[in-house]
């Protein structure tokens, strides 16, 4: 069974809006963390934000916030107002507790914003 | 050096031919993480490093696969007898601590070599 799933291959979005990217994930151990990385067409990961198991909030960074639903088991990114230079693909990724160094992955969403 | 370097960014090779990739992590980070990307796919683990000795190597796909660490600094990964189905990014990460960390803001990516076999 997949860990991550991440539903939407490719999304178009209008510059300004917002935009939700789903992921949805399984485990049974019940301390993990929730990554979302972007990966522009230069090829590096570049580290978006985290959400541990046991944090009470929804993480947020800048422009970008986690949506945290630890019942559905799902970590949509939400980023705000977006900008021609989010234009990527961005990744989920789990690290599980009883493997604490491994980054599980999703297949990834294509984003492109449109002027 | 102030990111994750990685050598070569590009590499075509024969089949059946040997290649080694290089991975020079950030100084001071003890903990580097090998990951493959095939095309349209996400990553997937390959070896873990905790300074010059990897407690897991289960993601390795083959015995073709082997990786080094010296120093607790730079990393090598071997592909011996490359096949077709070896192209891919290889993506090498580093970060301070095994788990990159409470909030995992630690993991820092190189931007990868693109291995084709043809």
């Known amino acids: 069974a997949q860990k991550i799933t991440q539903t939407q291959p490719g999304m178009f979005v209008q510059e300004k809006e917002a935009v939700t990217l789903d992921c949805t994930y399984d485990?049974?151990?019940?301390?993990?963390?929730l990554f979302w990385y972007k990966q522009p067409s230069s090829g590096e990961m570049i580290f978006l934000i985290y959400?541990?198991?046991?944090d009470q909030q929804n993480a947020t960074e800048g422009r970008y916030s986690l949506n945290f639903q630890k019942a559905r088991k799902s970590a949509n990114l939400v980023i705000s107002a977006s900008q021609l230079g989010d234009s990527a693909m961005y990744f989920c990724?789990?690290?599980?507790?009883?493997?604490?160094?491994?980054?599980?992955w999703g297949a990834g969403t294509k984003l492109i914003i449109k002027p | 050096g102030a990111g994750v370097s990685q050598s070569p960014s590009n590499k075509v090779t024969e089949k059946g031919k040997d290649v080694e990739l290089r991975c020079d992590p950030i100084?001071?980070?003890?903990?580097l993480y090998w990951y493959r990307q095939s095309l349209g796919q996400g990553l997937e683990f390959l070896i873990y490093?905790?300074?010059?000795?990897?407690?897991?190597k289960s993601g390795l796909p083959s015995d073709r696969f082997s990786a080094e660490r010296t120093g607790g600094s730079v990393s090598t990964l071997t592909i011996q007898r490359t096949q077709q189905e070896d192209s891919a990014v290889y993506l090498c990460?580093?970060?301070?601590?095994?788990?990159?960390?409470?909030?995992?803001?630690?993991?820092?990516f190189g931007s990868g070599t693109r291995l084709t076999v043809v």
């Open positions: 990460a580093s970060s301070l601590v095994g788990t990159g960390g409470p909030t995992g803001h630690g993991y820092t």
């Open positions: 100084s001071g980070h003890t903990a």
């Open positions: 490093f905790q300074g010059n000795s990897a407690p897991d």
């Open positions: 485990t049974s151990d019940p301390s993990y963390g």
């Open positions: 959400q541990g198991s046991y």
């Open positions: 990724a789990m690290r599980e507790g009883r493997s604490n160094y491994q980054l599980i």
